[in-house]
């Protein structure tokens, strides 16, 4: 077959400046915030005209969330920074996402001169016509009813565009027709030869192994459409939604393999798109570019957003000691009572004390160089690599070591939670926890893939 290369990006969330993002409570809102909102259009140039003058593929796909919200200006901002990317002669292919509609114009919300209000929105129904020239509009199969569709990237590689952005009691999932709708799709895809290259918003793997545990965080029955995309012979799917950065790997009892390619927001650290080519039917090679600079008041963009997601970690944890129901509603915790006291007491200790002081009230090695480190700074790192991606904090490693040791010390009681996995399996925490702050699998970033064949790929 003839190779394929294509570019994957993901929740640009576009903001349209002119309908306000400043003032008082806009800054109150972005005090928990990870990713940008004024920003969103100009980082959103920067990455169009990147994609303009990128002449490694001329296809892109865009994993969702499109609009910061549902405004009916982002999409129309959006828009024209997607048809002038087709015009310099790129394919574009979307999928929407929960963020691109809303019910109700009160679910939409932006900062004006009188402060707080919500702006027109977008309805669901409308994302088709507003969109058709990016997708739909191209599309060899087509399910109106749940915004999917399968599209001809080459003559070789088929895109499944798979839209899940509807709930059931809280979770997004695929409802029974639209299951019948992929293996047929599939199966048709398979019959005519063709590799299959799936794409949806939602991730369906859990980015760290931590996320498995969150319920919000992961489809309904992710688990099982897992397995029923690998059993269909759907094996690489690309996603977004959770703007972290990671690649995982799941073999099914059949021995048929499913990877989810998750990539971080082009708005929000770590901001990067994928560069994709499909070698032959069976190998896929992934690289991950970094977005470029854009305009605003800094000298590092780099920077600028790691310092967004380092306020954000900060700001909850002060706040668990300063302005504790602040945090809590952050958090999603109701109630009031012993909660309450607990972690304005761990913020406390979070805020005050040293790596060394904690390793040597838990008699944990510590080594000199992070002695000092605040365990504020500790943990916000910790907690950044988790979204970032090839988590440092591994065996071997001075800060990685702390972090098995504390696991170690308080293992006899990670044993005795009864949680379940995702699988449905008993969690073991342990595991889950020394996995999600240390990388041990395949690269999150730069990584080729084996999809065909239900062998495992060994990685370093
Ligand atoms: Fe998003
Ligand atoms: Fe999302």
Request: glycine share 6%; with cysteine.
């Amino acid at each position: 077959m003839k190779q394929l290369k294509f570019y994957v990006m993901t929740d640009p969330h576009f903001f349209d400046t002119a309908s306000g993002c400043s003032g008082k409570e806009y800054e109150d809102f972005m005090h928990y915030e990870q990713k940008c909102f004024a920003e969103t259009e100009s980082i959103n140039k920067s990455v169009f005209e990147f994609l303009k003058k990128a002449d490694e593929a001329d296809i892109v796909l865009i994993a969702g969330d499109l609009a910061f919200n549902g405004e009916k200006k982002s999409h129309e901002g959006f828009l024209k920074l997607l048809y002038d990317l087709k015009s310099s002669g790129k394919k574009i292919y979307v999928v929407t996402a929960d963020h691109d509609f809303k019910w109700k114009r009160e679910d939409t919300f932006a900062f004006g001169e009188n402060g707080r209000y919500s702006p027109e929105h977008t309805e669901r129904n409308e994302l088709l016509t507003m969109y058709r020239d990016f997708g739909f509009g191209d599309a060899i199969a087509f399910d109106e009813e749940h915004l999917s569709y399968v599209a001809q990237l080459s003559d070789d590689v088929r895109l499944m565009a798979l839209n899940c952005d509807l709930k059931k009691d809280g979770k997004h999932y695929f409802f029974d027709e639209q299951l019948e709708w992929i293996k047929e799709q599939a199966k048709k895809a398979q019959e005519d030869n063709q590799t299959i290259v799936a794409m949806c918003h939602y991730p369906i793997l859990p980015g760290q192994p931590l996320f498995s545990l969150i319920s919000p965080i992961l489809i309904r029955d992710a688990y099982k459409f897992a397995t029923f995309l690998a059993d269909n012979g759907i094996h690489i799917i690309f996603t977004g939604h959770m703007h972290n950065q990671s690649i995982n790997e799941l073999v099914t009892e059949k021995g048929n393999k499913l990877y989810d390619i998750t990539t971080g927001s082009v708005i929000a650290d770590p901001a990067f798109i994928r560069h994709v080519s499909v070698l032959d039917e069976k190998t896929i090679d992934i690289k991950s570019i970094p977005t470029p600079d854009f305009e605003w008041d800094t000298d590092d963009c780099k920077k600028y957003l790691s310092d967004m997601f380092d306020r954000m970690i900060i700001n909850i944890i002060t706040d668990m000691r300063d302005d504790t129901e602040r945090a809590m509603r952050k958090l999603g915790i109701k109630d009031k009572g012993i909660t309450k006291k607990v972690l304005r007491i761990a913020g406390k200790f979070i805020c005050k004390v040293k790596v060394g002081t904690l390793a040597r009230l838990l008699f944990i090695k510590c080594d000199n160089s992070i002695k000092n480190m605040r365990a504020l700074d500790y943990a916000t790192d910790l907690v950044r690599g988790v979204f970032e991606g090839n988590q440092s904090y591994t065996e071997g490693t001075p800060k990685g070591d702390v972090w098995i040791n504390l696991l170690k010390r308080i293992n006899f009681i990670l044993k005795r939670i009864d949680v379940k996995g995702w699988d449905g399996k008993k969690a073991d925490l342990y595991h889950i926890l020394k996995h999600t702050a240390g990388n041990y699998e395949i690269d999150d970033y730069n990584a080729i893939l084996t999809i065909a064949d239900g062998s495992r790929t060994p990685y370093a």
